[in-house]
T-cell receptor, first 114, second 113 residues
Framework: AQSVTQLDSQVPVFEEAPVELRCNYS??????LFWYVQYPNQGLQLLLK??????LVKGINGFEAEFNKSQTSFHLRKPSVHISDTAEYFCAVSGVGGYNKLIFGAGTRLAVHP | DGGITQSPKYLFRKEGQNVTLSCEQNLNHDAMYWYRQDPGQGLRLIYYSQIVNDFQKGDIAEGYSVSREKKESFPLTVTSAQKNPTAFYLC????????????FGQGTRLTVV
């Protein structure tokens, strides 16, 4: 079965510090990978996606992620975080069972402190 | 503005009652989805629909029902058979294909007392 593992449930960080949110997946078929952000009591917003091509993907709000096929990872990074980046971040895969059936990780809560 | 509208944002029901959550989209998307979100468990797929008048069970469909009579609407009914219905419910839509972005509504928080 395909799955997504987000290795950290919570990540505390000081403002202007770099951050990495880790995501690993398992799949026997090719996948497409996504990172979404969720602010409190709201829906999810797409940060970035990897479909094919360059393994380094740039998204909104200064985030980027690198697809590593050999390590089956898709870690999210930002070189300098802001207070406004405090949110929950979800890694997801599709291509499983067809038709954009997204499988989500459990989420990582990023807490940015002044 | 185009988007997905879920209503209501907060919903309270007594145990044993059925309740229907609304989801409407004006993005002209073919596919629509319902997810359930619980703390520490991420999002789990309840039902999805690829076209009008057709829908498929997701990973946790027991105790839920849906309909897709119109392209823009995909209501979810939480029945009394759902053992633990209190949760945050998210509706999403996308165009056809496995590599397309899913757009999400703002969610409905259901509390059953």
């Amino acid at each position: 079965a395909q799955s997504v593992t987000q290795l950290d449930s919570q990540v505390p960080v000081f403002e202007e510090a770099p951050v990495e949110l880790r995501c690993n997946y398992s799949s026997s078929v090719s996948v497409y990978l996504f990172w979404y952000v969720q602010y409190p009591n709201q829906g999810l917003q797409l940060l970035l996606k990897y479909l094919s091509g360059s393994t380094l993907v740039k998204g909104i709000n200064g985030f980027e992620a690198e697809f590593n096929k050999s390590q089956t990872s898709f870690h999210l990074r930002k070189p300098s975080v802001h207070i406004s980046d405090t949110a929950e971040y979800f890694c997801a895969v599709s291509g499983v069972g067809g038709y954009n059936k997204l499988i989500f990780g459990a989420g990582t809560r990023l807490a940015v402190h002044p | 503005d185009g988007g997905i509208t879920q209503s209501p944002k907060y919903l309270f029901r007594k145990e044993g009652q059925n309740v229907t959550l609304s989801c409407e989209q004006n993005l002209n998307h073919d596919a629509m989805y319902w997810y359930r979100q619980d703390p520490g468990q991420g999002l789990r797929l309840i039902y999805y629909s690829q076209i009008v008048n057709d829908f498929q069970k997701g990973d946790i469909a027991e105790g839920y029902s849906v309909s897709r009579e119109k392209k823009e609407s995909f209501p979810l009914t939480v029945t009394s058979a759902q053992k633990n219905p209190t949760a945050f419910y998210l509706c999403a839509s996308s165009i056809a294909g496995v590599n397309t972005e899913a757009f999400f509504g703002q969610g409905t928080r259901l509390t059953v007392v």
